[in-house]
């Protein structure tokens, strides 16, 4: 028997092995098929799929024995890695490299063949190998077929570590966006109460003393309450938005429309608004959380952006096999063609003459839920004619 020797990038070779963390790991049925696949058509009892580690030869998946590794020294794939292609041998009791080996005596191995499973960078990592206990001679279909089976055992080791890289990613990102959400909360509760005060005194100061204020001083009054509202519609609407996602994992359920279209009715609706929508129908099977999000927000946006005497908001809804429809028309102030692909974005704000100020993030929350939902949203508008902000979700 001869022990193989180590490849000359034995090194990076080990750190190219570990980098896709497959060793010890447990089997999976993508690896099983393959090796299931090369027994069958080699035509042999024993299939493996193997990754060298430093001292031992790791089997991801096994055809045909019941344990999964073995010393490295003693391993037909230690050879096979120092390989540009397939290694055969019809019958090791014949080989030089293999005669007296404790797999010949113990375990029969007699016929061996295996392809390296060769990395992008060029790092043989392990292998495909098929083992009989008789000799054998594979023909050029089933030396073919081994090879390709081996190619496509390295695709799954990349998938595998993408995979991981993703998981990883997304890991990363859940924390930060935790971190940002516990932030936005801090925020929220350590200026919200001072601006509050802000907007109170400013108001008490003026009423206390609108006899001998100048109209400039007023005015300028009127700037510092209008700005601490402004910051804290900011503040609510970024808290609004780190919080949207909450309500994705509720439950779906039964929704009475006008239960909800008059909860909607009562937080934003006033006596001088004409308030429209479908009476007597039950939505069936929706995230009615979700819904109450993003129908108060595009309510809300449809009187914000209203300069007419009477405002006027209508919900229209209908659905097919597999989705709700909602659209929300208003006849406020409209939105120019050349802008309406930015309102969703965050803090993307439009000039307008309603004299009521704007975060730009409740457009871009609906968006973000509307999305996450599985659904799509639009809007249809046209300057001083109104629009209409149509939304779906699956059912």
């Given at each position: 028997m001869i022990i193989s020797s180590l490849p000359v990038d034995e090194a990076q070779r080990l750190h190219a092995v570990k980098s896709?963390?497959?060793?010890?790991?447990?089997?999976?049925?993508?690896?099983?098929?393959?090796?299931?696949?090369?027994?069958?058509?080699?035509?042999?009892?024993?299939?493996?799929?193997?990754?060298?580690?430093?001292?031992?030869?790791?089997?991801?998946?096994?055809?045909?024995?019941?344990?999964?590794?073995?010393?490295?020294?003693?391993?037909?794939?230690?050879?096979?890695?120092?390989?540009?292609?397939?290694?055969?041998?019809?019958?090791?009791?014949?080989?030089?490299?293999?005669?007296?080996?404790?797999?010949?005596?113990?375990?029969?191995?007699?016929?061996?063949?295996?392809?390296?499973?060769?990395?992008?960078?060029?790092?043989?990592?392990?292998?495909?190998?098929?083992?009989?206990?008789?000799?054998?001679?594979?023909?050029?279909?089933?030396?073919?077929?081994?090879k390709i089976l081996g190619q496509q055992t390295m695709k799954l080791f990349e998938l595998r570590k993408k995979n991981i890289v993703l998981e990883e990613t997304k890991r990363e990102l859940e924390q930060r966006n935790n971190h940002l959400k516990l932030f936005a909360g801090h925020v929220s509760h350590d200026l919200k109460s001072p601006l509050a005060n802000i907007s109170s005194l400013t108001s008490l100061l003026m009423q206390d003393n609108k006899d001998i204020l100048s109209n400039e001083s007023i005015e300028y009054l009127d700037y510092i309450e209008e700005s601490a509202t402004i910051l804290r519609n900011y503040i609510d609407g970024i808290l609004g938005y780190y919080k949207a996602d909450e309500v994705l994992g509720f439950d779906k359920e039964d929704v009475d429309?006008?239960?909800?279209?008059?909860?909607?009715?009562?937080?934003?609706?006033?006596?001088?608004?004409?308030?429209?929508?479908?009476?007597?129908?039950?939505?069936?099977?929706?995230?009615?959380?979700?819904?109450?999000?993003?129908?108060?927000?595009?309510?809300?946006?449809?009187?914000?952006?209203?300069?007419?005497?009477?405002?006027?908001?209508?919900?229209?809804?209908?659905?097919?096999?597999?989705?709700?429809?909602?659209?929300?028309?208003?006849?406020?102030?409209?939105?120019?063609?050349?802008?309406?692909d930015q309102i969703f974005e965050m803090f993307k704000t439009l000039e307008n003459n309603t004299g009521k100020s704007s975060t730009g993030i409740g457009l871009s929350t609906v968006k973000n839920l509307v999305e996450k939902l599985g659904g799509t949203i639009s809007v249809a508008s046209a300057v001083n004619q109104g629009s209409t902000f149509t939304f779906t979700m699956p059912k």
């Open positions: 896709y963390t497959i060793l010890d790991t447990i089997p999976e049925s993508d690896y099983d098929n393959i090796t299931t696949l090369a027994a069958s058509i080699c035509e042999v009892p024993i299939a493996l799929i193997t990754v060298m580690d430093e001292k031992r030869n790791f089997f991801k998946s096994t055809k045909g024995i019941d344990f999964n590794e073995s010393p490295r020294d003693i391993s037909f794939c230690a050879h096979t890695i120092r390989e540009d292609d397939i290694l055969i041998v019809e019958d090791s009791r014949e080989d030089s490299r293999f005669a007296n080996n404790p797999l010949v005596k113990g375990q029969n191995a007699i016929f061996y063949a295996g392809v390296p499973i060769v990395n992008p960078e060029g790092f043989a990592l392990g292998t495909l190998c098929v083992f009989d206990h008789k000799p054998k001679i594979l023909n050029d279909v089933q030396i073919n077929a081994l429309f006008d239960d909800l279209a008059e909860d909607i009715k009562q937080i934003l609706i006033s006596k001088r608004d004409n308030f429209e929508f479908h009476k007597g129908i039950t939505i069936k099977n929706i995230n009615k959380a979700a819904l109450s999000q993003i129908l108060i927000n595009l309510v809300d946006n449809a009187l914000k952006h209203n300069d007419k005497a009477v405002r006027t908001v209508k919900i229209d809804y209908k659905y097919d096999l597999f989705h709700h429809q909602f659209s929300i028309t208003d006849n406020g102030i409209g939105i120019p063609l050349d802008k309406q």
